[in-house]
């Protein structure tokens, strides 16, 4: 038998900002919240098929270069409105060297974390 991911720790400046961005990029809800800590995952709970993510406070200045990133698909409209919703949420448009021609979109959430918004739409 081999392991899964079922939580994604992300260490941020302000939790509760930017768990609701993600609850509302994802569908997610919040699951739980501790000392500050928040984790949000879809509404069947932790240990489903997706993983929660649990946002936890730091005073560490943030990091340089990109280690990991999130890339997200629209799931019920196409790449270009969910581009509009997300940057209605807050996220912005970030350089990380692309060239223009790629299909998917960078963007950063509200504490600068880059993610990509993929063209395929997901069921």
Same mark, same amino acid.
């Given at each position: ?24 990029? =994802?569908? &997610?809800? @919040?699951?739980? %919240? ?13 240990? +489903? ?18 280690? =990991?990133? &999130?890339? @997200?698909?629209? %799931? ?13 949420? +807050? ?22 974390? @880059? ?9």
């Amino acid at each position: 038998m081999a392991s899964r991911v079922s939580e994604i720790v992300i260490k941020c400046h302000d939790p509760q900002r930017l768990a609701a961005f993600w609850c509302e990029v =994802l569908g &997610f809800v @919040v699951l739980d %919240t501790e000392d500050g800590a928040v984790e949000i995952g879809p509404q069947e709970g932790f240990g +489903g098929v997706q993983p929660t993510l649990f946002f936890s406070r730091t005073s560490e200045p943030e990091p340089v270069g990109l280690r =990991l990133h &999130f890339d @997200v698909n629209p %799931t019920d409209r196409d790449q270009d409105a969910e581009l509009e919703r997300l940057l209605t949420l +807050g996220a912005r448009p970030a350089d990380i060297g692309q060239t223009g021609e790629e299909s998917w979109h960078v963007l950063a959430d509200p504490e600068g974390n @880059v993610f990509c918004l993929l063209r395929s739409r997901l069921d």
